[in-house]
């Protein structure tokens, strides 16, 4: 998912700033978006499913009321299926007031959580764990002297993955999990503009400076006074990154905790020529998330690099389209083939990940029957072999092809005439040693994880 929210010190038309940032983040999420806006306390709303250019008409946007404060979301489901309900932010009414909250990550420990609460009388309308974290914050807030005060104490329940921005009537905070695995930064605009989001870029679309990013465990919370930092609390943990942000999931053009995404894949590109160098014609890049890993393959082999395939710049990411047969789909209607630069070619092929190996087989039969003569798959990630808990779809071990074969056995299925992976160890020299997960390829987790994985077991 990606997250944005503004604080502003004056009036303005504040939906459009979100409309803004949430365009520069809809890679990060295209099943459902979200915009709640807050003039003078005064919360107005609109979410629904579909992408935010859909979603978000020109009319809709205009019956959007002017505010000081605003929150967004774009959502990809990893707890919840995809329905209205699960739109995000979510929006509460509690004994105090109000709230919106918008969330990226997955807590690893919410089933647990949400069965405490509705033992204890709780009821919940979505199925989203994102409820989970609105209901424990609201009722510490009946407590305690302040809302950044109750997100404190809820962060020491809180396991696992969560950026979170949140707006009261008169605060917006963000919130970084301990471990920090997901991303979240925040910035200003020349007029004093106030903006936080999940990536730099969406700070730069809509005009603002990176100040910097959100530290692992931190809150912000910003008002009428300015910004406040409250770091003392839910114990000191080492950073844990998710790696695959750097390699998939975050925008190339991103800077996530001072390494920017684009040096990262390059970087993964090269040391991928250094594992599994090949005689080569070509080098070709898999659009998006491979082209840059493809760069830093040709720049260390010294084998050119050519545009060999290209993309509809119409249609999502594939893998957010649930059920297999409409990925099948989706992947000819994604891709074509430059024949020229690839027919009778030994071509090097990048791509950033394979989960099931459809789309990867899918490609190698497109440049196949383009007159493809050998090609060498080269993969900037480590193979997948364990899911993931924290946010990012990576299923269960009978879902990932690299549990069940072994890397020739994948080569073969997917029709490449060898594969090489990113080697785990090399993930440091790719991404620093500033903390990172690397969980659904090694096995260590950060927290412990729950026994009850299922995307819809609450439903
Ligand atoms: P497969 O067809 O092997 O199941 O899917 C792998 C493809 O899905 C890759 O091309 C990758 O770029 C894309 N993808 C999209 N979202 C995700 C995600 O959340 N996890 C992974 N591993 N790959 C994803
Ligand atoms: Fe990222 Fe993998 Fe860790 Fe999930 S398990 S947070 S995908 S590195
Ligand atoms: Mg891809």
Redesign the pocket.
Known sequence: CGVFGVFSPYTLDISSVVYYGLYALQHRGQESCGIVVNDDGVFTSHKDLGLVGEVFSRNILASLPSGQMAVGHVR?GTTGGTNRNNCQPIEVNHQKGKMAIAHNGNLSNAVKLRNELEMSGAIFHTTSDTETIAYIVTKERLTCGSIEEAVSRAMDVLDGAYSIVLMSPQKLICARDPYGFRPLCYGKTADGMYVAASESTALKAVGAEVIRDVLPGEILVFDRNGVVSRTEHCGKKSKKLCS?EYI??ARPDSVIDGIPVHAARFRAGEILAKHHPIEADVVIG?PD??LDAALGYSKASGIPYAIGLIKNKYIG????SPGQSS?LDQ?KIKLSAIEENVRGKRVVLV????????????IVKLLRDAGAEEIYLRIS?PP?LHP?YYG???DSEE?L?ACRHSVSEIADIIGANALGYLPTEELKAMIGNGGYCSA?FDGCYPTPIPSDTRKDRFE
């Open positions: 990809y695959f998939y999931f898999v998330s491979g990411r594939t893998f957010i990925r992947v791509d950033d990940s394979i989960v099931r190996g459809t789309t990867s087989g899918r990630s997948f993931c990012t779809d990576i879902h092809i659904c």
